[in-house]
């Protein structure tokens, strides 16, 4: 019987450890920093400007929503290195404790993830509204143009990973 429930929580703790890694992978992945900056990137670029025939004044919204979008980014990530390292030790040795311990804490664990998550439902705000405020610039010929771009983007880096 003991084998069975060290067994079990094995199992247990490493499907925490594969969600907590997960979860920030898919946020990194699927709407992540990567997938913001090169849209800024492009939609900031004289080819973007080109390709979507974007006015002066449009370029001047996006760059001001791109840097607007930067600026909170940098607000909810901190100006402090050094205490951004403090934090992400702290929650290393959380976990690490939590794994180490000799029981499992279903509560330590759930605190654990739910921090992670509202940091990723914080930054996946702020990324949606730069998004939507993105959007109310373009008119409705630029925004099919810019839907078709991203999709042919999609399609091109999904067979790439591939």
Avoid at 29 to 38: E, N, P, T
Avoid at 45 to 52: C, D, M, Q, T, V
Avoid at 67 to 96: F, I, P, V, Y
Avoid at 108 to 131: C, D, P
């Amino acid at each position: 019987m003991t084998k069975l429930n060290t067994l079990s929580k094995l199992v247990l703790v490493c499907g925490l450890a594969t969600a907590t890694l997960g979860a920030g992978s898919v946020i990194a992945k699927s709407d992540g920093h990567k997938q913001g900056h090169s849209q800024a990137h492009f939609l900031l670029s004289e080819r973007g400007a080109n390709k979507l025939d974007l006015t002066d004044e449009q370029q001047i919204q996006l760059k001001a929503i791109f840097e607007a979008q930067k600026a909170q980014m940098q607000t909810l990530r901190g100006t402090d290195k050094e205490a951004r390292k403090a934090q992400h030790e702290a929650n290393r040795a959380k976990k690490e404790a939590l794994l180490a311990s000799a029981s499992f804490d279903e509560n330590a664990a759930k605190e654990l993830l739910a921090q992670r998550h509202q940091k990723g439902e914080e930054v996946g705000l702020i990324k949606l509204k730069t998004q939507h405020q993105v959007w109310q610039v373009l008119n409705a010929e630029q925004r099919e143009k810019f839907e078709k771009m991203q999709k042919r983007m999609s399609k091109k880096h999904r067979k790439q990973k591939s």
